[in-house]
């Protein structure tokens, strides 16, 4: 999938140098649309404010688009005017912020009061507005269609990937390729961190109410002891993944949530637990989704309780295309230089773009935020805050990677 001919260097150097050079000529506009959008986030699948941002600002500049995909969402699109093969590449940022207080004290602070963008989407958003910005520029330098998806509600299942690709979101493509790019805390301003294979787990919500009948805790013999009931199901539950699950295959189930509302002497009819499972293989994930019903429900059984079950739709694990984190990774090398290319280790968090590597060939790469003059805080807290000198590496490199891989 590189470039090859006789004069790829001469070609490279001068495509190099031309998005280098519009790179610093709107950069200031990329911080306005950075600082703009984090002084007015707003949380999963309420995006309205932020998709009108966008949306005005591409009809400003020229740029065919369709909104109100799968929400909020928003596609827009560029056809190349070369000559050649009628390949398709997509790009995808996404919208929405988190329910956090921001702590930091800048002048682009959140309006929002308890709604922060403390995951760097932000920043996202406004590097492919100034990406798309480039790439219809020079869209006499490629062939081909380049797609920018700007997509709501990643932070909050069922998943704004879903939804937009369930609302027909590539029903007039078919992406050869899909490229994401994230912040990342651990690398410097100017580096992009890359992994193939299955980078990230699924994310599935577990929901446990258990029933019984309460009462007086001096006189268990006349009560479901429903709190026990409850402890022994988390017991159980550690069980189900040290015992049933592949050892090979890594796996987390955790529980945040036991909510028993009794009293010192008081046995309640009701407890709730809520947790979060993460596979990292889809077979293995499958299999503990049967199995945390019927542990829960024979544990509970045992101690005469009953027990209700929820496990609403997850995310899938996100994969990174061997082959074309491969091709991506090394046309990052040839901007930036290799130094500046470094690797990410597997996590168990999640992405919902899990699901659009179902679907199709993809690539999640992650950006460096952290600085020499701003140290930026933990990702999801209220101390989050880019470097924004990262934001032109994040502008840069989906205008390169779109131009060379759709020559």
């Known amino acids: 999938m590189r470039r090859v001919g006789k004069d790829e260097p001469e070609v490279t150097m001068e495509l190099k140098e031309l998005i280098k050079q519009k790179t610093d000529a709107i950069f200031s506009e990329v911080v306005q649309h950075y600082q703009w959008l984090h002084q007015h986030p707003e949380l999963s699948y309420l995006e309205r404010v932020t998709a009108a941002y966008i949306a005005d600002y591409l009809q400003r500049e020229g740029i065919p688009f369709k909104k109100g995909i799968g929400g909020e969402g928003i596609l827009a699109t560029i056809k190349g005017t070369r000559e050649g093969s009628g390949k398709c590449m997509a790009f995808v940022a996404d919208m929405d912020a988190l329910p956090v207080t921001e702590q930091n004290e800048v002048p682009y602070k959140s309006v929002n009061n308890g709604v922060m963008h403390a995951c760097g989407h932000d920043a996202q958003a406004a590097s492919l507005m100034g990406a798309v910005k480039m790439v219809n520029d020079l869209r006499d330098r ?63 919500e ?76 889809e077979e293995e994930r499958h299999k503990m989704l049967q199995l945390i019903p ?48 470094s690797e990410f280790p597997k996590r168990m968090t999640a992405d919902d773009f899990g699901f659009f590597s179902q679907r199709y060939r993809c690539c999640y790469y992650r950006f460096g935020v952290d600085g020499d003059y701003r140290k930026t805080g933990p990702l999801h807290s209220g101390t989050f805050l880019i470097d924004e000198q990262a934001l032109k590496t994040s502008t840069a490199l989906p205008a390169w990677l779109t131009l060379n891989s759709l020559k």
């Open 142 to 204: 490629f062939a081909g269609t380049a797609l920018f998806v700007f997509q709501p509600g990643e932070e909050r299942s069922p998943g704004g990937a879903d939804l937009m690709l369930k609302d027909g979101l590539f029903s007039e493509h078919n992406p050869d390729l899909v490229v994401k790019q994230h912040a990342y805390t651990d690398l410097p301003a100017g580096m992009v961190g890359f992994h193939a294979g299955t980078i990230m787990a699924s994310a599935d």
């Open 206 to 281: 577990v929901h446990i109410k258990v029933k019984g009948q309460g009462g007086h805790g001096a006189l268990p013999h006349e009560l479901n002891d429903t709190v026990l009931a409850a402890s022994q199901i988390i017991v159980a539950m550690q069980q189900l993944v040290s015992r049933r699950a592949n050892p090979f295959h890594p796996m987390v189930l955790s529980f945040g949530k036991f909510i028993a509302d009794g009293a010192t002497n008081v046995i309640p009819g009701v407890v709730t637990l809520a947790g979060s499972l993460r596979c990292m293989q």
């Open 294 to 341: 019927q542990i829960a429900t024979d544990t509970a059984a045992a101690y005469g309780c009953s027990c209700e079950v929820d496990l609403p739709q997850g995310y899938p694990s996100v994969i990174s295309d061997e082959q074309i984190t491969g091709h991506i990774r090394a046309l990052t090398a040839d901007l930036l230089g290799e130094k500046r290319v």
